[in-house]
């Protein structure tokens, strides 16, 4: 099974294209050893009745904010491509999913819960579904094909009627996607009371994943102009509780236009740099939430084994146990017989028919036992009988229940989880260690990897 995995590996790693970065190719071989239909973690945990999931080969990264922050419009400066609507108007009505793919395509919802199927617990959230897209494009830009987009809608606040429940949907996605950028528009709408509760409410649980932004800062005016409305949005969120941290960070950005220059300092690369240090953490945790799968699978498996053969010796004991109790419940009525016996014959019949010596030596052996019995009153000799003949059926019964035993493996079965055992650890440690020291390759030199 071992050599089957090598050459199988080796070939879905010569099949990538040379343009994969080695982030995305490690992504894409740990997820390859959890789903391999023959010998994958997923499939090889059921037998031992451990549950596992897929690493997922991308990042999830939602964006949030009043309408009009720019949301749509920074998927597309990342992407380099005009993918999603912007303007003024809210254009973002539901959830829009945007990835890379081999070709340009649109799908509608159900076919997003399709590609995604860790998101189908939306459909719980009542008109959600008719409101999800996904937009696929072939854009290589940056580091978009280790990347998912999840435009939200746009908050309002007022008499604005959405056809779902769209703060708990924000909260949900939350809490699945690996980081959130919150922007900010200076233009009259960053204090929206709808965008600042869903923070507080996001921040209580998965505080480390939000960060904040001050987004089209090159249309807020003079500089003493953006630092006023930095101020009223830093001070309405510090009044939150929770959001009062130390290190509160806010960047400015905007989408730089050749055509239009400004003097405002602009850290949109900052966004850049954090999608790819979460990129980069994630990579890490894959590689190590592999190890950990690799040592709870081998601990099952040791435990099934340790368990078998301990099923075995129970067994065993409970057969000789069975068989003793067994020969003692047969014991008491043999017993009886041969009292029966001395007693209705002679001793002349009993030499003729044993011999001299066979008659002696059983005389001698049940002499205390028939003394023990003439000893008994006649009356109760009867009811004597009748106890020792329910003795021995409760021996009987007694070995009878002894003899259940619990189910053991077959042999083929052993060499089927030793085999699978030996591929975790002589395989797939192998591998995550390869992907580790390919992973470590790209920061550090060769000469401290030895």
Not at 35 to 49: F, K, N, P, R, Y
Not at 232 to 239: A, D, F, N, P, S
Not at 427 to 448: A, M, P, T, W
């Amino acid at each position: 099974m071992s050599g089957k995995i090598k050459s199988r590996s080796a070939a879905n790693a010569d099949s990538l294209s040379p343009s994969v970065s080695c982030d995305e190719r490690i992504l894409r071989d740990c997820h390859q050893i959890y789903i391999d239909t023959d010998s994958g973690l997923i499939s090889m945990a059921q037998t031992v009745g451990v549950t596992l999931l897929p690493p997922r080969k991308k990042i999830t990264v939602m964006l949030m904010g009043n309408h009009s922050a720019g949301k749509s419009s920074f998927i597309n400066w990342y992407v380099e491509e005009h993918i999603q609507r912007t303007g003024v108007a809210i254009e973002t009505q539901g959830f829009s999913f945007v990835t890379s793919g081999r070709k340009r395509e649109s799908l509608t919802g159900n076919a997003t819960l399709h590609l995604y199927p860790h998101f189908k617990p939306l459909q719980e959230f009542k008109g959600v579904s008719e409101y999800l897209s996904t937009e696929i494009c072939t854009s290589r830009q940056k580091r978009f094909s280790l990347v998912t987009f999840v435009d939200s809608p746009g908050l309002v606040d007022g008499d604005m009627k959405y056809p779902f429940d769209v703060d708990q949907a924000i909260l949900w996605l939350g809490k699945l996607c690996d980081l959130v950028l919150v922007f900010f528009d200076p233009m009259g709408q960053a204090l929206c009371k709808r965008t600042l509760n869903i923070v507080e409410m996001l921040n209580d649980c998965q505080g480390d994943k939000l960060r904040f932004y001050l987004s089209k800062a090159d249309e807020a005016g003079s500089e003493s102009d953006r630092q006023r409305v930095m101020m009223q949005i830093v001070q309405e969120l510090c009044k939150r509780p929770g959001l009062n941290k130390c290190g509160f960070d806010m960047p400015t950005i905007y989408i730089p236009n050749p055509n239009k220059p400004s003097r405002c300092v602009n850290q949109i690369e900052e966004v850049c740099r954090t999608i790819e240090k979460t990129i980069n953490q994630t990579v890490q945790n894959t590689l190590n939430s592999l190890e950990k799968d690799c040592e709870l699978i081998t601990e099952a498996i040791t435990d099934k084994l340790h368990t078998d053969r301990q099923s075995s010796v129970d067994n065993w004991r409970a057969r000789c146990k069975g068989c003793l109790l067994g020969l003692l419940g047969f014991c008491v009525p043999l017993l009886l017989l041969a009292l029966l016996i001395l007693g209705s014959l002679s001793r002349e019949v009993l030499e003729l028919t044993l011999g001299e010596d066979s008659t002696e030596a059983l005389s001698l052996y049940l002499a205390p036992v028939v003394r023990l019995f003439d000893s008994i009153p006649i009356q109760q000799q009867l009811y004597c009988c009748g106890g020792l003949v329910f003795l021995s059926f409760i021996l009987l019964l007694l070995a009878r229940l002894s003899f259940r035993t619990r189910p053991v493996l077959s042999g083929r079965q052993k060499r089927q989880l030793q085999e699978k055992l030996e591929y975790v650890q002589e395989v797939v440690k192998n591998k995550k260690k390869k992907l580790y020291e390919e992973y470590l390759r790209q920061s550090v030199g060769d000469h401290d990897m030895d």
